[in-house]
């Protein structure tokens, strides 16, 4: 079973950063997408970042020059680094992964909230 937690919202203003985190236990071996989402209120939960299987890393259009997605595979933690935030980047983002092996599932950890003030 895989486990997804993820940690480092809060409350910025606009222009500022945070740096969120999404430690994983259990094994990823092979994945289709191991990434982040983000859902505001009254809205669906789209895609913010993420590895496709080939590890290659994808950035939403909104945004894609402020925000960074990276991994740490010897501390099993992901990273999405959010620069220049602005109040539409304000959500609860979740961590997700779509695992193949070696325990096959869509996980998904708690969700942080950002909040981004004006």
């Known amino acids: 079973q895989v486990q997804l937690v993820e940690s480092g919202g809060g409350l910025v203003q606009a222009g500022g950063s945070l740096r969120l985190s999404c430690e994983w236990s259990?094994?990823?071996?092979?994945?289709?997408?191991f990434g982040w989402f983000r859902q505001a209120p009254g809205s669906q939960r789209e895609s913010v970042a993420f590895?496709?299987?080939?590890?290659?890393?994808n950035v939403g259009d909104s945004v894609k020059d402020r925000f960074t997605i990276s991994r740490d595979g010897a501390k099993n933690t992901m990273y999405l680094q959010m620069n220049n935030l602005k109040p539409e980047d304000s959500a609860v983002y979740f961590c997700?992964?779509?695992?193949?092996?070696?325990?096959?599932?869509?996980?998904w950890g708690p969700g942080t909230q950002v909040t981004v003030s004006s």
């Open positions: 590895f496709n299987a080939n590890g290659v890393s």
């Open positions: 997700n992964a779509n695992v193949l092996s070696t325990h096959p599932g869509n996980f």
């Open positions: 259990g094994r990823i071996f092979r994945f289709t997408r």
